[in-house]
């Protein structure tokens, strides 16, 4: 069996260098996409731009977690895994914060800059996970990355949706319930990975 191939090995996934260079390439579309996003949300006023933007800078730095833990071994990797999950709640959690904040100094977000955003974030996300898609299963790593390339592409759509009701509107509501879709997200994200590494962790001892 070629080193490349994936087929069948499960937990050792992370070990293939065709995982490697999957993770390479969805590190460098999430941070790319995240610093880009960041940038555009300060520019249109988009609390969900901005959510958004830390949900792609959050999972390229959880994808690049998971690209250094190779290696190590199964009860370090679930607590890599676990540091992710607390990480991620804590960023959602700060979304969710952020947005309240916004409510009380509601001002139109540029719908324009958020649905050309919006299009091109689920582009990078759609991408990220057919490049993840065969290296979907493994341990509580492989699991989170792969949980969050799926689930980044919903909240995406969300954007797009939220730019079009800013624009029918004309009030910034569409966009911050969108703000809060995508913390909401995160948390789940988060719940679920921390369920994953507890459960590699039981299973290590």
Request: proline fraction near 2%; include cysteine.
């Amino acid at each position: 069996m070629s080193c490349d191939d994936d087929d069948g090995l499960q937990d050792l996934t992370g070990a293939t260098p065709a995982y490697r260079r999957a993770l390479w390439l969805v590190v460098l579309l999430n941070l790319g996409m995240g610093a880009a996003e960041i940038v555009a949300g300060f520019l249109a006023g988009s609390q969900a731009l901005k959510a958004d933007a830390l949900d792609f800078l959050g999972d390229g730095t959880i994808t690049l977690l998971g690209l250094v833990a190779i290696g190590w071994s199964t009860v370090w990797r679930a607590r890599s895994a676990l540091a992710q999950g607390v990480f991620l709640g804590l960023l959602g959690l700060g979304v969710l914060a952020t947005s309240a904040y916004r409510v009380l100094v509601l001002h139109r977000p540029d719908a324009d800059v958020m649905g050309i955003f919006g299009v091109a974030a689920l582009v990078v996300n759609v991408l990220s996970a057919w490049i993840l898609l065969p290296h979907r299963t493994g341990d509580a790593n492989v699991r989170a990355v792969w949980l969050f390339s799926r689930n980044d592409a919903v909240g995406n759509v969300a954007v797009i949706v939220a730019a079009a009701l800013v624009a029918w509107t004309g009030t910034a509501w569409p966009d911050l319930a969108v703000a809060a879709i995508v913390a909401g997200l995160f948390l789940q994200s988060s719940f679920a990975i921390i369920k994953d590494a507890r459960g590699d962790l039981a299973a290590a001892r």
